[in-house]
Nanobody
Framework: QVQLVESGGGLVQPGGSLRLSCAAS????????MGWYRQAPGKQRELVAR????????NYADSVKGRFTISRDNAMNTVYLQMSSLKPEDTAVYYC????????WGQGTLVTVSE
């Protein structure tokens, strides 16, 4: 059974920071690249950060490069997204999933960047 549970979102002012967490079932997590995706209102879901199975390789969308850091704890089947220097355009629902993604998604966690 697919299980992806995202948490850590909230309201933050521009320039602020948040840390998102995603707990995944072992069958999803083990030996796979994982990613953080986001979907802003009226826009398609996009992949913003990915990490390989060992955690030794990461990639970022240009829009978040230098501001976001993805990491994973394979013992805990958890992937994290540290977000800093947040901008209003980072406002979105954030999801984690495999890369490439599975059909099933978690509920996501809402990040709102606003004064």
């Amino acid at each position: 059974q697919v299980q992806l549970v995202e948490s850590g979102g909230g309201l933050v002012q521009p320039g602020g920071s948040l840390r998102l967490s995603c707990a995944a079932s072992r069958t999803i997590f083990k030996l796979y690249s994982m990613g953080w995706y986001r979907q802003a209102p009226g826009k398609q879901r996009e992949l913003v950060a990915r990490i390989n199975s060992s955690g030794g390789m990461t990639n970022y969308a240009d829009s978040v490069k230098g501001r976001f850091t993805i990491s994973r704890d394979n013992a805990m089947n958890t992937v994290y997204l540290q977000m800093s220097s947040l901008k209003p355009e980072d406002t979105a629902v954030y999801y984690c999933n495999r890369v490439p993604s599975l059909e099933d998604w978690g509920q996501g966690t809402l990040v709102t960047v606003s004064e």
